[in-house]
């Protein structure tokens, strides 16, 4: 599965940005979602995933504040995030694949990824 993800930019600390994550047409339906991000001379962390039927997960760093949500009769998975916080600047990735509820945190556990996108926060 071919993942494109987009939404990111530059916005203010306490605003909002949704990314999106679009998949090829597929056997994404099937598939759980989620995003990490990737800070500078960071690792790459977890941010939020979502298993079928609808399970959500997502890091202490952002729960309350991010929203994982998807959309399979559009192949798309997306990730409202309000709050935020120059911290969470980064390269957000999405990623897919048939991934264990254990898992589900975890990079390696997903076969499908998208090439990236950037959001930064102003103070």
């Known amino acids: 599965v071919q993942l494109q993800a987009s939404g990111g930019g530059l916005v203010q600390a306490g605003g909002s940005l949704r990314l999106s994550c679009a998949a090829s047409?597929?056997?994404?339906?099937?598939?759980?979602a989620g995003w990490f991000r990737q800070a500078p001379g960071k690792e790459r962390e977890f941010v939020a995933a979502?298993?079928?039927?609808?399970?959500?997960y997502y890091a202490d760093s952002v729960k309350g504040r991010f929203t994982i949500s998807r959309d399979n009769a559009k192949n798309t998975v997306y990730l409202l995030m309000n709050s935020l916080k120059p911290e969470d600047t980064a390269v957000y990735y999405c990623?897919?694949?048939?991934?264990?509820?254990?898992?589900?945190?975890?990079?390696?556990?997903?076969?499908?990824w998208g090439q990236g996108t950037l959001v930064t926060v102003s103070s």
């Open positions: 990623a897919a694949g048939r991934v264990i509820t254990s898992s589900v945190r975890t990079a390696r556990a997903y076969n499908n």
């Open positions: 979502i298993k079928l039927p609808s399970t959500t």
């Open positions: 047409p597929g056997t994404f339906s099937s598939y759980s």
